[in-house]
């Protein structure tokens, strides 16, 4: 009875579906309680909606947790603990995480974990391999779309890198990345993931001057997270001492 009736009216007032079956199962001791049940109920209906929107449109090469992720094998700057990072604080903060370590150790399994996580609480994330982006970029300001590309990325409240460095990129492409990512600086987290130590940042965006400027930013507020592995130089160097000279460069630079 009145099936036909409250589907029509949920449509009007672009209810779901969900809450038309609803008032057909749910049941409640008084009018108020019952309302409440089947309000609740879409309520819920819809942050999952929203939910899986948002994993949908981040781009996830698939779905992660940190049930999935061993902490053990992973280095931690001092002060950041599992615990502080799963709590995805550093979104707030508009934190940087670079994450170093050879292929396979886990740092896309992590980022994307975290993204995941993002997207649970209603945070929108769009993940990349960074060579697609670049081409997109490139792409978009050869067709005169770019502004369009960037207001789509602008959507999102954290943007996560994959293999920065693993191939070699378009020049137009990595200097408009350059570009955006300045942009963003200290307006929304970027998640970097790479295999490269910095000072060979600049196989990445082909000039000195730039690739200077780019690592000073990223380090700027920034947690470096380490996979250990054999070719994991950048453990056995000094993070302040390659920093300092990066510094020192973006300072010239400035003048």
């Known amino acids: 009875m009145f099936d036909e009736e409250i589907i029509t009216c949920c449509k009007k007032l672009k209810l779901s ?9 749910t049941e409640g001791e008084s009018p108020q309680e019952y309302l409440y049940k089947i309000l609740t109920c879409e309520l819920k209906n819809r942050e999952k909606s929203r939910i899986s929107k948002l994993l949908n449109i981040a781009g996830f090469y698939n779905i992660k947790t940190f049930d999935e992720i061993r902490f053990d094998e992973i280095t931690l700057p001092s002060g950041l603990t599992p615990e502080s990072l799963k709590s995805l604080s550093f979104i707030q903060e508009k934190k ?7 292929t396979g150790t886990g740092k896309t399994m992590l980022s994307t974990a975290l993204g995941v996580a993002a997207c649970q609480k209603g945070i929108s994330v769009k993940f990349y391999r960074t060579a697609r982006l670049v081409n997109q970029l490139a792409e978009a300001k050869n067709a005169g779309t770019l502004g369009i590309l960037i207001k789509k ?10 293999e920065w460095g693993y191939v070699p990129y378009d020049r137009t492409g990595a200097q408009l990345l350059f570009d955006y990512l300045s942009e963003i600086h200290e307006q929304k987290p970027v998640i970097l993931n790479t295999n490269l130590e910095f000072s060979r940042w600049v196989n990445v965006l082909y000039d000195e001057q730039m690739t200077a400027a780019l690592v000073g930013r990223l380090m700027h507020h920034c947690h470096l997270i380490l996979f250990p592995g054999e070719n994991n130089r950048l453990r056995e160097s000094s ?4 920093y300092s000279s990066i510094s020192s460069v973006a300072k010239k630079e400035d003048k």
């Open 153 to 162: 990325l602008n959507k999102a409240s954290m943007i996560i890198l994959d």
């Open 96 to 102: 940087n995480i670079i994450m170093y370590g050879r």
């Open 239 to 242: 993070i302040n001492e390659i």
């Open 17 to 25: 579906r969900n809450l038309a079956d609803m008032a057909q199962t």
